[in-house]
T-cell receptor, first 112, second 114 residues
Framework: QKEVEQDPGPLSVPEGAIVSLNCTYS??????FMWYRQYSRKGPELLMY????GNKEDGRFTAQVDKSSKYISLFIRDSQPSDSATYLC????????????FGSGTQLTVLP | NAGVMQNPRHLVRRRGQEARLRCSPM?????VYWYRQLPEEGLKFMVY????????ESGMPKERFSAEFPKEGPSILRIQQVVRGDSAAYFC????????????FGPGTRLTVT
């Protein structure tokens, strides 16, 4: 079983839709949770960073962390064709164990 | 404020040659991480370094791979005697010394072994 599970999709939605992306994890030591966006043949771009449980909002993006369920989510409101990319969840325990463990990524296409 | 820089962006090596990948962290960042993305696979951690110190190399293959982050200059990921299975995108990320721990990635080096 992988430490981080992420539905690979592909996910296709119409422009303006609300997108929900999710990851589950098994390592209870994870405390820092990140979402990255990766366009084809580019480096991952940090979208959201959350520590421990709770919600965080930044523009059209909202990240949620539920440590009791070991479940994290990213919501994208008013999705745009430019949001079409692969979305990666990542997490770490912090401290001396800073390395990120990534989900496999969800490929999202927003149709105009 | 320049981001994480990696070079070269593309590298072609014949089997048996050496590959050297360079990474300059963001200004003010003292921690560097290397990840590998194999075709159709996710990003996998390789090694975590501070200046002149390897903190965690648990994701590094035991043979042929090495990494350093000298006092001066960029971090280097070195792959000796490359094989076709080393063909991948290699990403470097950096973070500041103190929290928060978010990591910022460079554009990657795409290594092709022929």
């Amino acid at each position: 079983q992988k430490e981080v599970e992420q539905d690979p999709g592909p996910l296709s939605v119409p422009e303006g839709a609300i997108v929900s992306l999710n990851c589950t994890y098994s390592n209870s030591a994870f405390q820092y949770f990140m979402w990255y966006r990766q366009y084809s043949r580019k480096g991952p771009e940090l979208l959201m960073y959350t520590y421990s449980s709770g919600n965080k909002e930044d523009g059209r993006f909202t990240a949620q962390v539920d440590k009791s369920s070991k479940y994290i989510s990213l919501f994208i409101r008013d999705s745009q064709p430019s949001d079409s990319a692969t979305y990666l969840c990542a997490m770490s325990a912090g401290g001396s164990a800073r390395q990120l463990t990534f989900g496999s990524g969800t490929q999202l296409t927003v149709l105009p | 404020n320049a981001g994480v820089m990696q070079n070269p962006r593309h590298l072609v090596r014949r089997r048996g040659q050496e590959a050297r990948l360079r990474c300059s962290p963001m200004k003010g960042h003292s921690h560097v991480y290397w990840y590998r993305q194999l075709p159709e696979e996710g990003l996998k951690f390789m090694v975590y370094l501070q200046k002149e110190n390897i903190i965690d190399e648990s994701g590094m293959p035991k043979e042929r791979f090495s990494a350093e982050f000298p006092k001066e200059g960029p971090s280097i990921l070195r792959i000796q005697q490359v094989v076709r299975g080393d063909s991948a995108a290699y990403f470097c990320a950096s973070s500041p010394w103190t929290g928060p721990y978010e990591q910022y990635f460079g554009p990657g080096t795409r290594l092709t072994v022929t």
